[in-house]
């Protein structure tokens, strides 16, 4: 299954293409790695194992990158949009930044003066994934405990990498905030160290 994610760093937005295992595929399938990278960082991220790097300075994502199973959206508006261009017909884009729908209404428990609310407020993009035969799903985050002691036998042999930009000591979060704000990481994530 080819999926693909849509993230921000700092005011900048990246892909990242991967494989999702699915056990009707067989071991022969090579996995397609795609990240989006300023022309600057082309050789770090491909350092970092991507197969395909597209420079969103000189590309835009949905002219160059087709025929998905499933999008991963955290930045919605019309990132969210053009990410339903990418998908083939029956694909499925998954939001965690677009408008709530009227299935994660039902999933809170909300009322019947919410739930119409948050069917019109997904309204849209609703509309738009059926033009293009695709499906559109709103996913609340939240911290689980138990994901996260499924991720760290992930990381720690390896098979997921985070990349880290830099880390700032605990006594210095307020700086480690505006270095982020300013849009100053390269590539990866800041850290603030709690010990």
Known sequence: M??????????????????????????????????????????????????????????????????????????????????????????????????????????????????PAMSALSFRIRRAARRHRVTNSFLFMKASGDQLRELTPLVETGRIRPVVDTVFPFESAPEALEYLEAGRAKAGKGVVRMT
């Open 2 to 115: 080819r999926a693909l994610t849509v993230e921000r760093y700092g005011d900048k937005a990246g892909v990242h293409v991967g494989e999702v295992p699915d056990p009707e595929v067989g071991a022969d399938d090579v996995p397609v790695r795609i990240q989006a990278a300023s022309t600057a960082n082309v050789d770090h991220v491909k350092g970092l194992g991507a197969d395909v790097v597209v420079d969103y300075r000189k590309q835009a994502f949905e002219t160059v990158l087709h025929d998905y199973d499933v999008v991963l959206d955290s930045l919605g508006g019309r990132t969210l949009h053009k990410s339903l261009e990418v998908l083939k017909p029956g694909g499925k884009v998954i939001s965690v930044a677009g408008p709530p729908d009227a299935a994660l209404a039902r999933e809170l428990g909300a009322g019947p003066v919410i739930r």
